[in-house]
């Protein structure tokens, strides 16, 4: 094909109107009545080009040459409710949203046009959704007997098979959650992959033409009614490179500006807490604890100079040694014994302590409403210590402040691994650094020269 590009489509029976209605059937109304209720997409559709078209079976977006488009055929609109518009329109802002158009395409394609359509129905009501959409945990439709011949045993059982297989899903996943299950399983897979006689070969299917968006064949093109989109998806892995970040750049500058102007007003329409948090998310330019924390304890290293006859003296060459720099860094990191500060916690941190143990000397204690002086052990790099509790009570951060000001001849600065919840210290003698475990948050401002470490286990990453 020339003219690449990159394109959704979406398809699902509907309400057949003639061409009259089809004529006459108009977007702009329904752009508005979505700008009132659903801001979050309308600020996305608002950077899309709509292009009315019945090039196309459904409606779909693309990005091509760097642009961002969305193609609409009015005669499928026109048979579909207010609400399905509504649901349709929402459905393709979220493949926008999740870099479908413009992530690396997983193969089998078809397989992937499944687990996108699962990801994104799964954030959009039901009744929102055009008849016939993927749903997880909806099955597919009842046929009737006439169907079933039509469509055969052999591939009855594959439809009965994936629809079971759908009808288990849970809700909320994401795409590559749902290509894994589905490519897992040889049965369903064998239902997307190999489609009956008279349904087409996957991939086949005619280019668009002038720059639309591509039709490939799917389960559901021959006849039968077995579920499917019109469309494959097709172009969604050949873009060019400068392309493919172009658009993706459009997108995310899209997405911050309408989460933005979602927090600033308080209104996301019927976007809830689950899918504004994961929104932000997409847009977070947050940097990773694990960096934090080498950079806290890089910026407390201070550098020992000692002679070396290995090293020229820049002032008296031959006359005296020259000299050379060692880094070195002394840290205390304070344990907090609260039951919430779990091993995991404990874990994540020791992880990366393990690297950093190599230029850093690392001193350990536990503390509760006391610090735990006996607890005191040294992690080095060819010696880990032990993660054992040694305390019971509460938490007081005053009396971690006061230890590490009390040695501040030992440490450069100081680390507090803890949950949070306790009042604010006094400012501290030394560089000071708190380590919030995953899950929690500091119950007061850290001041502006302490550094603030929020960690991300496994299930937040």
């Keep these: 094909m020339a003219n690449k590009e990159s394109t959704s489509t979406d398809l699902g029976p509907h309400t057949h109107v003639d061409q009259a209605t089809a004529d006459a059937f108009e977007l702009d109304p329904h752009l508005i009545n979505l700008l009132w209720a659903e801001p979050f997409f309308s600020h996305i559709l608002r950077q899309i080009t709509k292009i009315k078209t019945d090039k196309i079976p459904t409606a779909g977006v693309l990005a091509k040459d760097g642009d961002i488009k969305m193609w609409w055929n009015p005669q499928f609109l026109a048979g579909l409710t207010s609400k399905q518009i509504k649901g349709l329109l929402k459905h393709e802002c979220y493949h926008l949203v999740f870099e479908h158009t413009t992530t690396r395409k997983h193969d089998p394609h078809v397989v992937w046009n499944y687990a996108t359509d699962l990801a994104i129905n799964s954030l959009i009501p039901k009744e929102e959704l055009p008849e016939g959409g993927l749903i997880p945990g909806e099955a597919f439709k009842e046929l009737t007997p006439e169907e079933i011949v039509k469509m055969g045993q052999d591939r009855y059982g594959q439809y009965m098979a994936l629809s079971n297989k759908i009808a288990q899903f849970p809700t909320e996943n994401s795409g590559e959650w749902y290509f894994a299950e589905l490519m897992a399983d040889d049965e369903t897979r064998e239902a997307l992959t190999q489609p009956a006689p008279g349904e087409g070969e996957e991939g086949e299917g005619q280019?668009?033409?002038?720059?639309?968006p591509g039709q490939g064949g799917q389960p559901g093109q021959g006849g039968t009614p077995f579920p499917g989109?019109?469309?494959?998806?097709?172009?969604?892995?050949?873009?060019?490179?400068?392309?493919?970040?172009?658009?993706k750049g459009k997108v995310r500058k899209a997405v911050e500006d309408a989460v933005k102007k979602c927090d600033s007003t308080g209104q996301w329409g019927s976007v809830g807490a689950k899918g504004q948090g994961m929104l932000r998310e997409l847009i977070s330019k947050e940097i990773p604890w694990q960096s934090v924390l080498k950079k806290f304890c890089g910026m407390t290293r201070r550098a020992n100079r000692s002679s070396s006859v290995k090293r020229m003296n820049r002032k008296y060459p031959g006359v005296h040694p020259g000299t050379q720099k060692g880094y070195t860094s002394s840290i205390a990191i304070y344990i907090d014994q609260s039951g919430s500060v779990d091993d995991e916690a404990l874990g994540l941190l020791f992880g990366e302590l393990k690297n950093l143990a190599k230029r850093t000397k690392i001193t350990l204690f536990n503390f509760d409403t006391q610090v735990d002086e006996e607890s005191e052990r040294e992690w080095t790099r060819n010696r880990h210590p032990g993660i054992e509790r040694t305390r019971f009570g509460g938490t007081d951060f005053q009396v971690v402040t006061d230890h590490a000001n009390k040695n501040k001849s030992r440490f450069?600065?100081?680390?507090?691994?803890?949950?949070?919840?306790?009042?604010?210290?006094?400012?501290?003698q030394l560089k000071r650094g708190w380590i919030i475990v995953p899950g929690r948050q500091l119950m007061f401002e850290a001041p502006k020269r302490d550094f603030l470490i929020q960690m991300k286990g496994k299930k937040a990453a």
Aim: hydrophobic content about 20%; overall charge negative.
């Design 207 to 212: 280019p668009g033409q002038g720059g639309q």
């Design 229 to 247: 989109t019109m469309d494959d998806h097709g172009g969604w892995d050949e873009l060019s490179d400068e392309d493919r970040e172009l658009v």
């Design 412 to 428: 450069d600065g100081y680390l507090i691994l803890t949950d949070g919840e306790c009042y604010e210290p006094t400012p501290g």
